[in-house]
């Protein structure tokens, strides 16, 4: 009678009694099925079994090298210089990458003291220098105004990491205007024990042009509109006060502005992390930008490959076995 019943089962495609299901961890495996992962926490791809975690590290790395490579096409975009209107002719910022500014210069502060230029250099901190004019009516207040945005968002705090000059190229500029100035822009930063690191700068015709000549730094006065003709931009300065970068605009990077600090700095402030980047990311000097070293962003990719890679084998052989032992 049994016997009946298991034949009339096979042929109604039935499985006989007591017969192991494919869908069992142990059919699979006698049919060649891959086994699941042993957390079971997987996506499957055909008759592959992937965890999750390692397409997710996968993507992540495609996600950060879309940038850099759409860094590679990208470009300075400018107007030639022979389509700029005769005032604009000679503004520019002419680079002069590791050229020293002259600490023997002597100018006022916003307390009316005559200072030097070096009384703010070797103390170890790398220098931000903003060239403008205090009474302008636009372009210089845009610039104090993207630079303080985007201290603001640093983590470095102003006045311990790194310090700020912002010296007036017009010589009719007194101190009071200075402090005005500074009070201004120190209540828009916003952090406290700030004063004694951003420090606003008047001087005379001389001593001006001996600064802006040594950063390069072109601008002229325009008689028909009553004003300065100048570049917009700001420089880093390492801690003896030589030029490291420069930043062109008025809105400027903080991620582009804190690795130009560590730089300039020689690695004096700033985090592991930070290296990383600077291995991953150069300034380039054309934009005044930090750009993608794809070489580089590769060797880092294969070296998270590899440690991603190793951890899944070494988490499969520990708990492969155990996961079969328990089947």
Same mark, same amino acid.
């Given at each position: 009678?049994?016997? !009946? ?5 096979? *042929? ?18 006698? /049919? &060649?099925?891959?086994? *699941? $992962?042993?957390? =079971? ?7 592959? *079994? ?10 992540? /790395?495609? @996600?950060?090298? @879309?940038? *850099? ?10 107007? $030639?210089?022979?389509?700029? $209107? ?9 680079? +002069? ?9 002597? %100018? ?15 103390? &170890? +901190? ?19 105004? =993207?630079l303080s945005s985007s201290l603001r968002i640093l983590q470095f705090d102003l006045g311990k990491q790194y310090d700020v000059l912002t010296v007036s190229f017009d010589p009719r500029e007194k101190p009071d205007l200075a402090?005005? +100035? +500074? ?6 930063? &916003? ?8 420090? %606003? ?26 004003? %300065?003709?100048?570049?917009? =931009? @700001? ?6 006060? !030589? ?24 690695? !004096?402030i700033g985090t592991v992390v930070d290296q990383v980047l600077l291995y991953c990311y150069h300034y380039d000097p054309r934009t005044g930008r930090y750009g993608a070293v794809i070489a580089n962003i590769l060797k880092v990719a294969g070296a998270a490959t590899l440690l991603i890679l190793g951890s899944f084998l070494v988490i499969l052989f520990r708990h492969g076995p155990r996961n079969h032992?328990?089947?």
């Amino acid at each position: 009678m049994k016997q !009946r019943i298991t034949q009339r089962n096979t *042929s109604r495609g039935e499985a006989p009694e007591g017969a192991m299901k494919v869908g069992h961890p142990a059919a699979q495996s006698m /049919l &060649g099925a891959p086994p *699941s $992962p042993p957390w =079971g926490w997987a996506v499957r791809v055909g008759v592959f *079994s992937v965890p999750r975690h390692v397409l997710l590290a996968t993507v992540v /790395l495609l @996600i950060v090298s @879309i940038p *850099s490579l759409a860094q590679m096409t990208s470009g300075p975009v400018g107007v $030639p210089a022979q389509d700029l $209107p005769p005032s604009l002719a000679n503004v520019r910022f002419d680079q +002069k990458l590791d050229a020293q500014v002259p600490l023997d210069a002597v %100018f006022r502060n916003e307390f009316d003291q005559p200072v030097h230029l070096g009384d703010y250099f070797n103390q &170890g +901190k790398p220098v931000i220098l903003s060239l403008v004019y205090f009474d302008c009516p636009m372009l210089c207040t845009e610039v104090l105004n =993207g630079l303080s945005s985007s201290l603001r968002i640093l983590q470095f705090d102003l006045g311990k990491q790194y310090d700020v000059l912002t010296v007036s190229f017009d010589p009719r500029e007194k101190p009071d205007l200075a402090a005005a +100035k +500074k009070r201004a822009y120190l209540q828009r930063y &916003g952090r406290p024990d700030a004063q004694n690191g951003w420090h %606003f700068l008047t001087g005379d015709e001389a001593n001006i042009h001996k600064l802006t000549n040594a950063v390069g730094f072109q601008y002229a006065w325009d008689a028909k509109t009553q004003q %300065f003709a100048h570049a917009a =931009g @700001i420089m880093v300065l390492t801690p003896e006060g !030589r030029v490291s970068q420069y930043y062109y605009g008025v809105e400027y990077s903080p991620k582009d502005l804190r690795l130009g600090l560590v730089q300039a700095s020689q690695n !004096r402030i700033g985090t592991v992390v930070d290296q990383v980047l600077l291995y991953c990311y150069h300034y380039d000097p054309r934009t005044g930008r930090y750009g993608a070293v794809i070489a580089n962003i590769l060797k880092v990719a294969g070296a998270a490959t590899l440690l991603i890679l190793g951890s899944f084998l070494v988490i499969l052989f520990r708990h492969g076995p155990r996961n079969h032992a328990q089947v």
